[in-house]
C-alpha cells in the first residue's frame, strides 16, 4: 500500500459527530461552503490544539484568533453587497424616471394622474439616458 503523502492539501474526511456536522452545514449555507468552513476551523483550531499538546505558543495561533474570514466569505458578501447596491440603484432610477417623465408630461400639457405612476407606464427612462446606459454596459461588457 502506498504511504499518504503527508504534504498532500486534499483530505477524505468523516464526521462522526452528527452534531458537529450539522453546524458545519449550517455555516456552509452562511458562509458559502463546507471546505470553506472547515478551512476556517482547521486555521482556528489546529494552533491552538498544537498549543495545548505541545505547550508551546504558536506564533500563528495569536494571528488566528483575530479570526480573519475567507476569501469566498469575503467574495460572497461583497457580490451580496453590490447586488443590493444594483437593486437599490434600479429602484432610485425607476423613481427618478418616473418623476421626469411626469414632469415632462405636465410641462407639455399633459394630464398625469398618479395611476399613470403607480402603474409604471411612467418609469421608463427616457430615450436618451436609456441609449447611454446601453453604451456604458456595452463598454463594461468589452472590457
Known sequence: MKKP??????????????????LIN?????????????NE???LGVPIMYSRVFGKD??????KRNHTPSVARELKELRQGLDDLFIAHSIVET?????FNARTAELAGEDVNADA????SLCDLPELVAGMKADLMRQRSDE
Open 5 to 22: 503523502n503527508p504534504n498532500a492539501t486534499s483530505y477524505s474526511l468523516y464526521i462522526h459527530n452528527v452534531e458537529t456536522l450539522s
Open 58 to 63: 504558536v506564533a500563528a495561533t495569536k494571528e
Open 117 to 120: 405612476l403607480l402603474d409604471g
Open 41 to 43: 476551523a482547521l486555521d
Open 26 to 38: 449550517e455555516l456552509a449555507k452562511k458562509l458559502g461552503n463546507r471546505n470553506a468552513v472547515l
Open 95 to 99: 423613481l427618478i424616471a418616473g418623476l
